[in-house]
């Protein structure tokens, strides 16, 4: 997707209309900055980022609508029998072909990935109205879309991060984490699109595109890794999602609470954890 990525610092418009951002590469405008907790979780249609293009789906509102439309259905029909999905739609009045995709958080059930699917794709055009690329990131899941050649970035190119406060693990708190993120590319290298992890009180858990080999996924999760200790530092918590892959975690005082932490929803299939 070539939709490139924007961190916290970078400048919000605000408008009555859906926001633009700059010609491509362009960046993401960053809705939330809330790190996800297990009590919240479940909330798998809550907003984490958007990314509208600047350009817009050429054509009258039939010539776009209908391929947008269709490619809604089958993505929406495949969100109950799958985690990842890619396709493309065209129209018959020789509008501009589109690829499109969804991906739901590799441990989340068949129900609950096709209601998040059901949450996010009807968001393409409420936030970002005909934008030619739309990239819609939720808690459980995101979709994207775009139109035939448009231009891509780097499949590791940040696209957005946030970080909790620092300070906040305790004594020997970066030793943990760094434990925790070994055992994610651990995980990941073994073939598994999904993993997650437990160690002393750090719950991670890393997620790569459906489509992406092991080793391309051990790459990427290795850049989401490094840059998340950049990024964040000593934070006690963070999220670091690059245009393939994403990385989270949390650490809790008290032990990780049962079912784990949540966050994040990239990545295609596979799972596993400590």
Known sequence: ???SGAQQHHRHRHSSSPPRISRTPFPLITITLTLLLPAV?????TLVYKG?????LSGSGAAYMQPLAALSSALT???ATA???KTTASSAGGGQPLLGLFQCRGDLSSSDCSACVGCVIPMWTSLCGPAAATRIQLNGCYALYQVSGFPQVSGTQ???KACGSAGGGGGGFEVKRDTAFAQLQSGVAGGQGFYATNYASVYAMAQCEGDLSAGDCSECIAQAVQKSE???GGASSG???LDKCYISYSYYANGVPHGGGGGGGGGGGGGGGK
């Open 77 to 79: 029909a495949r969100a």
């Open 41 to 45: 979780a479940g909330d798998l249609c």
């Open 52 to 56: 509208c293009a600047n350009q817009t």
């Open 158 to 160: 940040m696209l957005y």
């Open 1 to 3: 997707m070539g939709i």
């Open 83 to 85: 985690k990842f999905y």
């Open 239 to 241: 999220q670091v999602y």
């Open 230 to 232: 950049v990024e964040c």
